[in-house]
């Protein structure tokens, strides 16, 4: 592999215009196609053969017309008159008219007057409703009106469209009358390219100024980073022509894609350096930075389009498409720093380390071998490598401990930050309607087996009385059926199947909802038998609830194949068996750190830097993938140094020191590179991209810092000359992938004329 990288870098350096030209072209095709066939994307969190879903299916059936639940684009807007008052006095009834008369003026609303019929007066409405759906409280205080947006889902509402709802809703607020609002139709998908980014970026610039103590060294990365995000992003938008894209999907790969974007191009970018101290060829440094650290980046990247690809396997399409797309990212990284890098490099040439903007003293021991803080760290950990083992097992394995209060869930408005008009409309809800108006059942009944109306009728009558009968039950009604309708507008006949409307006294996130959902599951069999029909249970709640039970029991399926083919990768990249061993236990550690340090932080509100609320439930299964990806690109990246110095003759204590002179600081540097870039999307007001970007930068400082600076050396230091060990019959059959570089050819090379290396590495001023 080596020497065909070798190859590859030197070829793109020499013919840089065409590999620029052709990365170009691709662009253009990439955004013409994306331009031409791209589709909506889509906030649907459904998992075929999943109880709620095969009940949704049912109510297709019977109800064609029926609007899927993560297609609802509603929004009630909470009215509240002060306490003692009712929405009745003035001046709260002509409040609300005029709130009902301006509403119809805001962005992306239909201009048909009648496609809101629940855009009405709270008093007027309730005298027709029966109490269970009342839109006013008992005591006349509080009350909801509802619209819906002109759009076919939630994905398509635009982030100003909700400023200017929220906007009306404050100016129409005063004098103790409250409008406040939630609902799927209040949220939106800010686009990727805001302060998060930024700040990370911003970040990343300062590090790698530092790091290069060049300019334009220190712009390479960013600007090839950029360049493959904006990439991904326009394939992630071309890929909606043939799939559903959660609308989620964009930032998560934007903070993937910059983060090792950034960090490809560094170790290649630092290694071409390192090799210009040794040649003046500058083709003959790049083919070898691309040969060794270029091998090390298509392993790294390789772990982690595993991690991420291998979300398929447990069959939910919203996960598959988020790492599909995430994975597509990270390749288009990898083929960034491989080819487009040297390319600029052969454009550039005598450029690359110009405008410097920092000194570099060189520091070198009696044997002229380069003396830094990576080898003061190595040392250190080499004089007491049990004491670093046991301080980082007992310290990560108790901030492990909060995951035994994990409680994961999809977020709803009733776990909003408390400051949100969302959170603040579920909270008078809450207390006006009680906690079950925001997170009821359906149950649907199919009737068709049953041919007389009188017996249909009264078997949806016993299932409602069932319904109705269960613990934790505010209310079970027969809210439809589909008889046709006359036109007069009253139902003509029974109908063959209906629909029942479950409001639990408990919210959505309760504990006691769940376990209604599953007495109601559990009883269909001897209602149906009882009645002759067909049921099933649907609604939002449920189906979260179940994609919730998905994710969890396809976790070890996907943690086995992972880890599994990543452990095979590692054989192959350091031909050992205990160090892809003690890299995957370390792995383990500080996956259950940082979703131990999750739960503290973001669910029971630890530090108070973030509001309690529920675990997102596909975060165990993704952060597990991500961070077993990344924790493996720093193992690569460091230790196949330290195999590298071990291969050319010296002993595993020599060999530790040695890969920590040459790749702790660009590995420190990649490190708090990703961290920045991760912690920059905790500003984002998106819960689920908030607590993600906590914790892939927790991730990262607990594995980057902590177990692969720290534990995997002082374990390697206890090893000695047995971490290297592979049996022999698997040495014969394993091929060999010479990730170190050791066929190629270092010395005797050519010195180009045009160039003065060492004038141009040298300090400033100097």
């Known amino acids: 592999m080596a020497r065909m990288l070798y190859r590859l870098g030197s070829t793109a350096f020499r013919r840089w215009p065409f590999f620029i030209a052709g990365w170009l072209l691709f662009a253009i095709l990439l955004g013409s196609v994306a331009a031409a066939f791209s589709k909506p994307m889509s906030d649907e969190f459904t998992i075929p053969g999943i109880p709620s879903e095969q009940a949704a299916d049912l109510q297709q059936e019977l109800f064609p017309e029926a609007e ?392 949806f009558d016993d299932v409602a009385a069932w319904a109705g009968g269960q613990d934790d039950v505010a209310n079970a009604q027969l809210v439809a059926t589909n008889a046709p309708v006359g036109q007069d507008g009253t139902p003509q006949g029974v109908g063959t199947g209906a629909m029942i409307q479950v409001t639990p006294e408990s919210g959505p996130d309760d504990e006691a909802t769940l376990d209604l959902l599953q007495a109601l599951r559990d009883g269909q069999g001897d209602i149906e038998e009882e009645t002759g029909t067909t049921t099933g249970v649907t609604g939002l709640t449920a189906i979260t609830t179940d994609v919730s039970d998905r994710l969890t029991g396809a976790l070890p399926l996907y943690l086995t194949v992972v880890v599994g083919l990543a452990f095979i990768l590692l054989m192959l990249v350091f031909r050992s068996i205990l160090v892809p061993l003690t890299a995957t236990l370390g792995f383990l550690l500080s996956v259950l750190a940082t979703l131990g340090a999750t739960v503290a932080v973001f669910q029971e509100g630890a530090l108070g830097i973030f509001e309690g609320q529920p675990i997102v439930s596909f975060m165990p299964i993704f952060l597990i993938g991500m961070v077993f990806g990344l924790a493996m690109d720093y193992q690569v990246f460091l230790v196949t140094r330290m195999r590298e110095a071990h291969v050319h003759g010296l002993s595993t204590r020599e060999a530790v020191v040695d890969g920590f002179r040459n790749s702790a600081r660009v590995v420190v540097a990649a490190a708090t590179i990703m961290i920045a870039v991760f912690a920059g999307f905790m500003l984002e007001d998106d819960a689920v991209v908030k607590s993600m970007g906590f914790a892939l930068a927790a991730s990262i400082l607990f594995d980057a810092f902590i177990v692969r600076m720290a534990l995997i050396p002082a374990v390697l230091y206890l090893l000695g000359e047995r971490a290297w060990w592979l049996p022999k019959w698997l040495d014969r059959i394993l091929p060999n992938v010479d990730v170190e570089g050791t066929s190629l050819e270092r010395d005797s090379v050519p010195v180009a004329q045009e160039t003065q290396v060492e004038k141009e590495l040298a300090p400033a001023g100097r």
């Open 68 to 459: 899927d639940a993560f297609d609802d684009a509603t929004v009630n807007v909470v009215v509240a008159a002060p306490e003692s008052h009712t929405l009745a006095e003035q001046p709260y009834a002509a409040a609300i008219a005029h709130l009902i008369a301006a509403i119809p003026s805001l962005p992306q609303m239909s201009d048909d007057p009648e496609a809101n019929p629940g855009l009405v007066d709270p008093n007027v409405a309730a005298a027709n409703a029966p109490p269970a759906f009342s839109p006013l409280s008992e005591d006349g205080r509080i009350g909801i009106l509802s619209f819906s947006w002109d759009v076919d889902s939630p994905a398509d509402i635009k982030p100003t469209t909700i400023e200017a709802a929220e906007e009306l809703f404050d100016e129409h607020s005063g004098d103790g009358f409250v409008v406040e609002a939630n609902g799927a139709g209040m949220q939106a998908m800010s686009p990727p390219g805001g302060a998060a980014e930024l700040i990370g970026i911003g970040i990343a610039l300062v590090v790698l100024l530092l790091t290069f103590g060049s300019a334009i060294a220190a712009g390479m990365p960013i600007i090839t980073a950029i360049f493959g995000v904006a990439l991904g992003m326009t394939g992630i938008t071309a890929m909606t022509a043939i799939t559903d894209v959660g609308s989620s999907t964009p930032m998560l790969a934007t903070m993937i894609g910059l983060a090792v974007g950034i960090d490809y191009t560094l170790f290649i970018l630092a290694r071409y350096r390192n090799e210009l101290h040794h040649t003046d060829d500058r083709r003959h440094a790049v083919g070898l930075a691309v040969g060794t650290a270029g091998s090390a980046v298509v392993f790294a990247g390789l772990t982690v389009l595993i991690a991420l690809s291998a979300l398929a396997i447990v069959r939910i399409p919203f996960l598959t498409a988020m790492g599909l797309a995430a994975a597509a990212t990270v390749l288009i990284a990898v083929l960034v720093a491989l080819t487009l890098l040297p390319a600029i490099l052969g454009m550039l040439k005598s450029w690359t380390f110009r405008g410097r903007v920092r000194k570099e003293r060189v520091k070198r021991d009696e044997q002229g071998l380069v003396l830094n803080n990576g080898v003061r760290w190595g040392w250190l950990v080499g004089r007491a490598p049990i004491a670093f083992v046991a301080v980082i097992v007992i310290g990560l394995g108790a901030l492990a401990i909060p995951i035994g209060q994990m409680y994961l869930a999809f977020p709803t408005d009733s776990t909003a930050p408390s400051d949100t008009t969302r959170r603040q409309a579920s909270d008078l809800m809450t207390e006006a309607f009680g906690p079950g108006r925001e997170g009821p059942l359906l149950v649907v009944v199919d009737g068709r087996d049953i041919a007389d109306d009188e017996q249909r009728q009264a078997a």
